[in-house]
């Protein structure tokens, strides 16, 4: 069974930055696929960026970076020059199947319990 525990959320000013991290136990992390979404108070889930087993990245806004860490079983969001509009809540997903659509929340069958971010004006 695959557990997610994510981190690194909090309350930070416009302009500034957070790292958000999501431990990965149970299989073996390098046969995952990751994508952090988000969700903000009555809005839908949405994708925020995704990586691959093999690293390859795909980038919301270019403000955001997503990276991982296969030695510490270990994803991270790096989210700079945040906005108010970025507060949400931020969620850590994995998927073990190739899709065409790795945006799609419902690609991912894993999901960590989420990280609060609140970006103060």
């Known amino acids: 069974q695959v557990q997610l525990v994510e981190s690194g959320g909090g309350l930070v000013q416009a302009g500034g930055s957070l790292r958000l991290s999501c431990v990965c136990s149970?299989?073996?992390?390098?046969?995952?696929?990751f994508g952090w979404f988000r969700q903000a108070p009555g809005k839908e889930r949405e994708f925020v960026a995704a990586i691959s087993r093999s690293g390859i990245t795909t980038y919301y806004e270019g403000r955001f970076t997503i990276s991982r860490d296969n030695t510490k079983n270990t994803v991270y969001l790096q989210m700079n020059s945040l906005k108010p509009e970025d507060t949400a809540v931020y969620y850590c997903?994995?998927?073990?199947?190739?899709?065409?659509?790795?945006?799609?929340?419902?690609?991912?069958?894993?999901w960590g319990q989420g990280t609060q971010v609140t970006v103060s004006s």
């Open positions: 997903a994995a998927r073990t199947r190739i899709t065409a659509a790795p945006r799609s929340s419902t690609e991912y069958a894993y």
């Open positions: 149970g299989r073996t992390f390098s046969s995952y696929y």
